[in-house]
Nanobody, 121 residues
Framework: QVQLVESGGGLVQAGGSLRLSCKASGHTFSGPIMGWFRQVPGLEREFVAAIRWSSDSAYYGSSGKGRFTISGDNAKNTVFLQMNSLKPEDTAVYYC??????????????WGQGTQVTVSS
């Protein structure tokens, strides 16, 4: 059973940084694709970034380009999302997701429980 556990969310002032972590376990396939999404209540879930562990190739959605960096530590089965220059509009619940293959933007098969990021102005 795949489990994804996010951590690192919290309250930060605008302009600050946070690093989210997602610890994965239970994958029965090698080289998963790991993604980050975010969701504001009442709005659709939004793709932020994804990384293909087999090649370390990364892709960013419009919300993640320029200020966010996704990376992975294969030895620790952990993927990170470094978020810099945070803005109040980055406030959302951030979700980690994984799948075996396919497009980096989705759809994904496994999801974490989410971690809240709140950026104050």
């Amino acid at each position: 059973q795949v489990q994804l556990v996010e951590s690192g969310g919290g309250l930060v002032q605008a302009g600050g940084s946070l690093r989210l972590s997602c610890k994965a376990s239970g994958h029965t396939f090698s080289g998963p694709i790991m993604g980050w999404f975010r969701q504001v209540p009442g709005l659709e879930r939004e793709f932020v970034a994804a990384i293909r562990w087999s090649s370390d190739s990364a892709y960013y959605g419009s919300s993640g380009k320029g200020r966010f960096t996704i990376s992975g530590d294969n030895a620790k089965n952990t993927v990170f999302l470094q978020m810099n220059s945070l803005k109040p509009e980055d406030t959302a619940v951030y979700y980690c997701a994984s799948k075996a293959g396919g497009p980096l933007t989705g759809p994904y098969d496994y999801w974490g429980q989410g971690t809240q990021v709140t950026v104050s102005s």
